[in-house]
């Protein structure tokens, strides 16, 4: 309709130039320039300055009465299409119609039987995930809820000591706060800190470069506003286990069946009902077996057998788990006895301790000492139980990563300080720490500063 309406203008400007068609040579010869033959026309017969020069550009032969003929049917036409159009632009009706019967159109003259056999006896099925290539990520999540997902080599093993690599473009207000690794082919649980729960497949979450902040994860999930990813959890294809372990802020635990979390819809499901004031920090696997420790800031750390935690619903609150003093629980792990318990301060210091070393009490008691506090080492920010199979990042505030060998770290006993693991520049803090599968060891990077390397 746009289309005719402008030549309908253009037309116009014809006819007019046609009426007056001994003045407007008379104009066109007299003029020095196109310009002046421009405005003279637009200024006398109110014309626009379109049609001006449509009316400079027209041949002489359609000045004949044929030609004019010709201009006036065109123009007559356009008229009543124009007035079809906006009929049909007006009315859905008419619109269907259309369609229905360019369609018809379509399968009169293509409509023929199938001439290509598909044989199904091989493959019944593909599913679009059989599309997908399976192979390991890494997810990392921001303090503001930004999520991006990345190859498994992007961050290569340093040593002991080192500075770290850049791991993302951050400001003052954001950092890296949680780095998982996974198959593209496993479920992501997200746990928000108030509580509720939601569900991804790996290769659902866009790629994006090591540098790159990510995508909001509001994009992904209905988060609701003010919540924040607290932690994720895998569950492979082939899952052995049978329970999630709930832990908070507060010290309080939780134990419900993995089976419960089997249908989440976009807008996610209620995990564990919080009492006031308190987080969701803690969520872990556990097969029906296993020990429980649960760290606080302060330095203590209670162990106990998870089987002390009954059983609960999807909403339940949970029970107390371990006794607070002015600090609050770091957070919850899943251990056996042949594990080391690996903690990490504020100031980047860390060690690794025998889970022996710690004896098992009752659930809800405040535990044993895990590290000497002070000034130097500053509070608790992370513990995991480890392996030495495994590798450690470390994430700064300030969106400093250093990826280390868990290996590489200190044995010690429970009442040292540490050895420093990271230098921290800037004022900065270690902000969180995650436990991933090791990478090939091709191309590792030394950032070593020997001068403030310290064991105490």
Do not use: W
Request: proline share 1%.
């Amino acid at each position: 309709m746009k289309k005719s309406e402008n030549r309908v203008h253009i037309l116009e400007g014809y006819k007019i130039a046609l009426d007056n068609i001994d003045e407007v040579v008379k104009i066109i010869r007299g003029a020095e320039t196109d310009q002046e033959a421009r405005e003279t026309l637009m200024n006398r017969f109110g014309l626009t300055q379109i049609q001006a020069d449509s009316i400079l550009e027209l041949k002489l032969r359609r000045l004949t009465g044929l030609e004019r003929s010709k201009i006036e049917e065109e123009l007559a036409n356009l008229l009543v299409l124009i007035d079809k159009l906006r009929a049909i632009l007006a009315d859905e009706k008419l619109v269907l119609n259309i369609i229905k019967e360019e369609l018809q159109e379509i399968k009169d003259k293509y409509g023929d039987d199938r001439r290509t056999t598909i044989d199904m006896t091989a493959i019944d099925y593909i599913e679009d995930e059989s599309l997908i290539p399976e192979e390991d990520i890494i997810i990392t999540i921001t303090n503001k809820n930004y999520i991006k997902r990345i190859t498994t080599d992007t961050y290569k093993t340093q040593n002991r000591g080192g500075v770290g690599i850049k791991g993302m473009s951050t400001n003052d207000e954001d950092f890296v706060e949680q780095i998982i690794n996974l198959s593209t082919h496993d479920y992501l649980l997200f746990f928000t800190d108030k509580g509720r729960v939601y569900r991804l497949k790996g290769y659902e979450i866009p790629e994006f470069s090591r540098q790159s902040k990510g995508l909001p994860i509001v994009n992904l999930i209905q988060i609701e506003k003010d919540d924040k990813i607290s932690a994720v959890v895998k569950i492979e294809k082939e899952n052995t286990y049978k329970y999630l372990m709930f832990g908070t802020k507060s010290g309080v635990i939780k134990r419900t069946l993995i089976s419960d979390f089997d249908n989440i819809r976009r807008g996610g499901k209620i995990a564990i009902t919080l009492r006031e004031n308190d987080e969701l920090n803690s969520v872990k696997k556990s097969t029906g077996e296993d020990q429980i420790l649960m760290c606080t800031s302060g330095g203590r750390m209670v162990r106990f057998d998870e089987n002390e935690v009954r059983i609960m619903g999807r909403s339940a609150s949970g029970v107390r788990g371990i006794s607070l003093a002015n600090d609050y629980c770091v957070g919850t792990e899943v251990t056996s006895g042949n594990m080391e318990v690996l903690v990490v301060t504020e100031n980047g210091y860390g060690k690794k301790t025998p889970v022996d070393d710690y004896r098992q009490t009752r659930r809800g008691s405040k535990g044993v000492k895990t590290l000497n506090i002070g000034e130097k080492n500053g509070n608790i920010v992370g513990f995991k139980s480890v392996e030495d199979s495994k590798d450690l990042m470390i994430i700064t505030n300030s969106g400093i990563v250093i990826r280390l060998d868990i290996n590489n770290i200190s044995q010690m006993g429970r009442v040292t300080k540490g050895v420093k693991l990271i230098n921290l520049k800037d004022n900065a803090k270690v902000a969180s720490i995650s436990v991933i599968n090791k990478s090939p060891d091709e191309g590792k990077e030394e950032y070593l500063d020997k001068e403030n390397l310290e064991t105490e």
